[in-house]
């Protein structure tokens, strides 16, 4: 099976691209292209499927992506290798050929680009940093690169969608602690118990921050299990450990 790409209109023009888990060479619970260095599968398994996936979208660049601890933190793309990586949620670039990675099983991978000013950036959006602003944290960095945010364009990838995520009534106090009016991100679930949407919430606060354009691709991890890696389904399932998907967003090498 071929490696599966899926691209947003609003980035349309910058290579980019949200990948699942079709395609690649993991095999059991972790079949298709697992991109996790922490999954607790071979590595050299993960550095053949973060080769395939870099390959279907951006050709002979090198994946740049830091250690995801659900924060805000940004940090400009660096040579770093891959067992020393920085601890932040965002990376971004104004460098060519630079493809920054992402690493999603439920969270929320957003993609960001200003094609005139060449500036691009990843970033990982769990709840937790999701309320802490990582997205704002993401678009003040590429403004430090040249970037204006009223020509960024962003994409929310496949994440946990609201029918998918159960919470608690203390999860939702968090957010309406912080806004009141992020009570509409909620919803009661068949059960009595609040669900989330992380996607409506991200795209939200884009949208608040002055972006030119965004989008969601409306794509339930959870949902799809032949599709997407998921760390929620893989817990009720009783299962040892997960995938990760991985999403790409570079800049082409100039040519002549």
Same mark, same amino acid.
């Given at each position: 099976m071929s490696v599966e790409v899926l691209t947003a209109g609003a980035l349309a023009g910058v290579p980019h691209g949200f990948l699942g888990r079709r395609g690649g060479v993991s095999r059991g619970a972790m079949a298709g292209l697992n991109c996790g260095w922490g999954s607790g599968e071979d590595l050299a398994i993960v550095r053949e499927n973060r080769g395939l996936a870099a390959d279907a979208v951006l050709p002979g660049a090198r994946i740049v992506s830091p250690h995801q601890i659900h924060g805000a933190e940004v940090v400009a793309a660096g040579e770093?290798? %891959?067992?020393?990586?920085?601890?932040? %949620?965002?990376?971004? =670039? %104004?460098?060519?050929? @630079?493809?920054?990675?992402i690493l999603t099983a439920d969270c929320a991978p957003v993609l960001f680009a200003d094609a *005139?000013?060449? @500036?691009?950036?990843?970033?990982?959006?769990?709840?937790?940093?999701?309320?802490?602003?990582?997205?704002?944290? =993401?678009? *003040?960095?590429? *403004?430090?690169?040249?970037?204006?945010?009223?020509?960024?364009?962003?994409?929310?990838?496949?994440?946990?969608?609201?029918?998918?995520? *159960?919470?608690d009534w203390s999860f939702l106090e968090r957010f309406t602690g912080a806004d009141p009016d992020n009570e509409r991100f909620f919803a009661e679930g068949p059960a009595g118990k609040p669900h989330f949407d992380l996607e409506s919430y991200l795209l939200a606060r884009l949208a608040a921050a002055g972006l030119a354009r965004v989008e969601a691709l409306g794509q339930d991890t959870y949902a799809q299990p032949d599709r997407f890696y998921s760390y929620r389904r893989a817990t009720h399932r009783g299962e040892p450990s997960y995938g990760r998907q991985i999403s790409l967003i570079g800049l082409a090498r100039l040519s002549g």
């Open positions: 770093w290798p %891959d067992d020393d990586r920085p601890h932040a %949620d965002a990376v971004v =670039t %104004d460098r060519p050929g @630079v493809l920054l990675g *005139e000013a060449g @500036v691009a950036a990843a970033a990982h959006a769990g709840w937790k940093g999701a309320l802490a602003g990582v997205s704002d944290r =993401t678009v *003040e960095a590429m *403004e430090r690169l040249g970037a204006r945010r009223e020509r960024i364009a962003a994409a929310v990838g496949p994440c946990i969608a609201r029918t998918s995520y *159960e919470v």
